[in-house]
């Protein structure tokens, strides 16, 4: 079946816009993670979502970040006013319940270049 | 907070050696243990998921280890081959989310 689709691939903000980042998980899939990939670097998580629950947002790096997966399906990452540092690849995650003891099944990331 | 640790950062051997790859962590309190590969500019395909009751999984010429009492892991790849070459992974559940290493990059030459 389809995995864990994510768009756009790439997107290049000028500093101070907002951008949407959309994730598709797999379908029926509980869980749904979002991480930040800076150069270099392995992944760092910044929120979860249980259906429509974000359950831990504690990774979210400012309150401009704010996730939201409204329907427990699809979920959006947004970010406002963007700023340099916000230039990383952010992944998504899904994973069949809750997350503890399941496989986490990644999308392709979406990289974001704030100019 | 969980840290973890991938040694050696980056590595390259020629085709058919087999290599081991490491990761060591400091909370031996968690849920399980996953080792992925990322390819460049791509996301992240998990290869082998340990269970904390486990100390073991094997996926064809892979086999990773996991010994929570030394805070340690371990990724076995037998008779490398080019296509092994990309990132690897390792990431730690303790709760609800995944703490990764920093990754090693290796490179298998022909």
């Known amino acids: 079946g389809a995995g864990v689709s994510q768009s756009p691939r790439y997107k290049v903000a000028k500093r101070g816009q907002d951008v949407a980042l959309r994730c598709d998980p797999i379908?029926?899939?509980?869980?749904l993670f979002w991480y930040q990939q800076a150069l270099g670097q392995g992944p760092e998580f910044l929120t979860y979502?249980?259906?429509?629950?974000?359950?831990?947002k504690s990774g979210l790096p400012s309150d401009r970040f704010f996730a939201e997966r409204p329907e427990g399906s699809v979920s959006t990452l947004k970010i406002q006013r963007t700023q340099q540092e916000d230039s990383a690849v952010y992944l998504c995650?899904?994973?069949?319940?809750?997350?503890?003891?399941?496989?986490?099944?990644f999308g392709p990331g979406t990289r974001l270049t704030v100019l | 907070k969980q840290e973890v640790t991938q040694i050696p950062a980056a590595l390259s051997v020629p085709e058919g050696e087999n290599l081991v790859l490491n990761c060591s962590f400091t909370?031996?309190?968690?849920?399980?243990l996953q080792w992925f590969r990322q390819d460049p500019g791509k996301g992240l395909t998990s290869l082998l998921l340990?269970?904390?009751?486990?100390r073991e999984q094997t996926s064809g010429r892979l086999n990773a280890s996991l010994d929570k009492s030394s805070g340690r892991s371990t990724l076995y790849i037998a008779a490398s081959q080019p296509g092994d070459s990309a990132t690897y992974l390792c990431?730690?559940?303790?709760?609800?989310?995944?703490?990764f290493g920093g990754g090693t990059r290796l490179m298998v030459k022909p």
């Open positions: 909370d031996s309190a968690i849920y399980n």
């Open positions: 979502f249980q259906n429509e629950a974000q359950l831990d």
């Open positions: 379908s029926g899939h509980v869980s």
């Open positions: 995650a899904s994973s069949w319940n809750r997350g503890r003891t399941d496989t986490q099944y």
């Open positions: 340990i269970q904390s009751s486990q």
């Open positions: 990431a730690f559940n303790a709760g609800n989310m995944l703490t």
